[in-house]
């Protein structure tokens, strides 16, 4: 089992829900990255995602493509997204996931990309662009270097389609909670409880639910019906809008704690 099962386990034992906090690697640049993954891991978070920038990223609003620009222009890439996990990876105990659009790992090759990823200490890989029907390749050289490939589902995923993705996917199932990109929303997005159901039905597999959640009430409420909550352009914003790194990081961590005391 790896860190990501592993880490529901323990969460599972004691009656937690993991929270899984989204920034965007290189905003504003690598250095802030590696001090908020280390503010955050110790404020509370289970899990984390980096975001891995990319110049079409299709399935972010505004706050997150924002951020995507930032880094890419503080000279981020896949590569230098890798050696920033290799250096976090001595000093943080919870699984790293990257989060990013197929066109640098196919750039680099999917055997290679896995290989250098599972070298660093990388847990966990969402492509938010391939089907599972376009990554049957990359997903065999993830699993077979011990990186768990998480696939998506949505409100508008047929039954049979979710249990295949319930069934394929490893670590644990991101649920989008509602239809378009992410953002922060003022409320959750109507009958998520059903929608998190459905998939229930299917599978036992771990549902961690991300798109618009952006406050302590949305993270409890969706606590006590998912295993785990993922947050990103609520906390994208407020690394944006610090003043300083310093302002940036103890921001993120006041939040991360905000929002993990309201899961428990």
Same mark, same amino acid.
């Given at each position: 089992?790896?860190?990501?099962?592993? /880490? $529901?386990?323990?969460?599972?034992?004691?009656?937690?829900?993991?929270?899984?906090?989204?920034?965007?690697?290189?905003?504003?640049?690598?250095?802030?990255? &590696?001090?908020?993954?280390?503010?955050?891991?110790?404020?509370?978070?289970?899990?984390?995602?980096? #975001?891995?920038? $990319?110049?079409?990223?299709?399935?972010?609003?505004?706050?997150?493509?924002?951020?995507?620009? @930032?880094?890419? @222009?503080?000279?981020?890439?896949?590569?230098?997204?890798?050696?920033?996990?290799? /250096?976090? @990876?001595?000093?943080?105990?919870?699984?790293?996931?990257?989060?990013?659009?197929?066109?640098? +790992?196919?750039?680099?090759?999917?055997?290679?990309?896995?290989?250098?990823?599972?070298?660093? #200490?990388? =847990?966990?890989?969402?492509?938010?662009?391939?089907?599972?029907?376009?990554?049957?390749?990359?997903? /065999?050289?993830?699993?077979?270097?011990?990186? =768990?490939?998480?696939?998506?589902?949505?409100?508008?995923?047929?039954?049979?389609?979710?249990?295949?993705?319930?069934?394929?996917?490893?670590?644990?199932?991101?649920?989008?909670?509602?239809?378009? +990109?992410?953002?922060?929303?003022?409320?959750?997005?109507?009958?998520?409880?059903?929608?998190?159901?459905?998939?229930?039905?299917?599978?036992?597999?771990?549902?961690?639910?991300?798109?618009?959640?952006?406050?302590?009430?949305?993270? /409890?409420?969706?606590?006590?019906?998912?295993?785990?909550?993922?947050?990103?352009?609520?906390?994208?914003?407020?690394?944006?809008?610090?003043?300083?790194?310093?302002?940036?990081?103890? &921001?993120?961590?006041?939040?991360?704690?905000?929002?993990?005391?309201?899961?428990?």
């Amino acid at each position: 089992m790896g860190r990501i099962g592993e /880490r $529901f386990r323990l969460l599972r034992g004691r009656g937690e829900r993991a929270l899984v906090p989204f920034v965007t690697a290189g905003d504003p640049d690598l250095v802030t990255t &590696e001090a908020l993954v280390l503010a955050m891991a110790e404020a509370g978070a289970d899990a984390v995602e980096l #975001g891995v920038p $990319f110049s079409d990223p299709i399935a972010e609003g505004p706050t997150i493509q924002r951020s995507s620009e @930032r880094a890419l @222009r503080s000279g981020t890439s896949l590569r230098r997204v890798l050696e920033l996990v290799k /250096r976090l @990876r001595p000093r943080v105990e919870i699984p790293i996931v990257l989060m990013g659009y197929a066109n640098p +790992v196919l750039a680099m090759g999917e055997a290679r990309f896995a290989e250098a990823a599972a070298a660093v #200490g990388v =847990d966990g890989s969402i492509v938010v662009d391939m089907p599972p029907e376009e990554s049957v390749d990359l997903r /065999r050289e993830l699993v077979a270097h011990g990186i =768990d490939p998480i696939l998506l589902a949505a409100p508008t995923t047929s039954p049979e389609r979710l249990a295949m993705l319930a069934r394929e996917t490893r670590g644990f199932l991101y649920y989008v909670s509602l239809t378009g +990109v992410t953002g922060a929303r003022a409320e959750l997005a109507a009958g998520i409880e059903e929608q998190i159901r459905r998939v229930r039905a299917t599978s036992d597999v771990p549902i961690c639910v991300g798109f618009g959640v952006s406050r302590p009430e949305h993270a /409890r409420d969706l606590a006590a019906i998912a295993d785990g909550v993922v947050v990103g352009s609520a906390l994208v914003d407020r690394i944006a809008n610090a003043g300083s790194r310093e302002a940036a990081v103890d &921001e993120a961590a006041r939040f991360v704690a905000e929002l993990k005391a309201a899961m428990r």
